[in-house]
């Protein structure tokens, strides 16, 4: 069965860090771009980050470059989003997609245009 579960969210406090795991089972990753995209209450979904397959390229929305890390070990079968400095506004579920081979980007951000599969999400909550 092909299954992508994230894990690492939680309650931060502004400025602080968590880690986000994205594990793929059924499946490798080894030949997929993975996206990590986020939705807060009432608001549209946002890609927040892309790494390709093939060259290994990395992408990051404006509002979280220089904040936000994405890399994959293959060999674990895993994606992850180091999240640093994270603001109020940074707070939503987060999901990884994967796609073949390269991100689609608009804007620095990945697109969900040809994401096949999808994670149910973790929380991600940044508040004093």
């Known amino acids: 069965q092909v299954q992508l579960v994230e894990s690492g969210g939680g309650l931060v406090q502004p400025g602080g860090s968590l880690r986000l795991s994205c594990a793929a089972s059924?499946?490798?990753?080894?030949?997929?771009?993975i996206g990590w995209f986020r939705q807060a209450p009432g608001k549209e979904r946002e890609g927040v980050s892309c790494?390709?397959?093939?060259?290994?390229?990395?992408y990051y929305a404006g509002s979280v470059k220089g904040r936000f890390t994405i890399s994959r070990d293959n060999a674990k079968n895993t994606v992850y989003l180091q999240m640093n400095s994270l603001k109020p506004e940074d707070t939503a579920v987060y999901y990884c997609?994967?796609?073949?081979?390269?991100?689609?980007?608009?804007?620095?951000?990945?697109?969900?245009?040809?994401?096949?599969?999808w994670g149910k999400g973790t929380l991600v909550t940044v508040s004093s």
């Open positions: 997609a994967a796609r073949p081979a390269i991100c689609t980007i608009v804007a620095g951000g990945p697109t969900t245009y040809g994401m096949d599969y």
């Open positions: 059924g499946f490798t990753l080894d030949y997929y771009a």
């Open positions: 790494i390709s397959s093939s060259d290994g390229n990395t």
